[in-house]
């Protein structure tokens, strides 16, 4: 069984910053992409920003140059570091792995989700 566990999600102002955190554990042999994906009420889920295991980023046109993506190979963990953050950027962030499980099954999985709230 896989976990993914994201944390770091609140409140905060526009021009604020916050960083999203997401760990994964459980029967993982190894994790391919990482990525955050974002969810507003009654839209689709979109992509924020991927980044593989050889560390190749990529990012939403919205996100560019305010957004970065990082990982922990050794923690299994992701990172997104959200700076210059406007109202817009307000939404449920999910957090996704692609990854081979030590049975040797190859899947996307999801976290609960984190709300990120930013005021104007």
């Known amino acids: 069984q896989v976990q993914l566990v994201e944390s770091g999600g609140g409140l905060v102002q526009a021009g604020g910053s916050l960083r999203l955190s997401c760990a994964a554990s459980?029967?993982?042999?190894?994790?391919?992409?990482m990525g955050w994906y974002r969810q507003v009420l009654g839209k689709q889920r979109e992509l924020v920003a991927t980044?593989?295991?050889?560390?190749?980023?990529a990012f939403a046109d919205s996100v560019k140059g305010r957004f970065t993506i990082s990982r922990d190979n050794a923690k299994n963990t992701v990172y997104l570091q959200m700076n210059s953050l406007s109202p817009e950027d307000t939404a449920v962030y999910y957090c996704?792995?692609?990854?081979?499980?030590?049975?040797?099954?190859?899947?996307?999985?999801w976290g609960q989700g984190t709300q990120v709230t930013v005021s104007s």
């Open positions: 996704n792995a692609e990854l081979l499980t030590t049975t040797f099954r190859r899947g996307a999985y």
């Open positions: 459980g029967s993982i042999f190894r994790i391919n992409a």
């Open positions: 980044v593989t295991s050889s560390n190749s980023t």
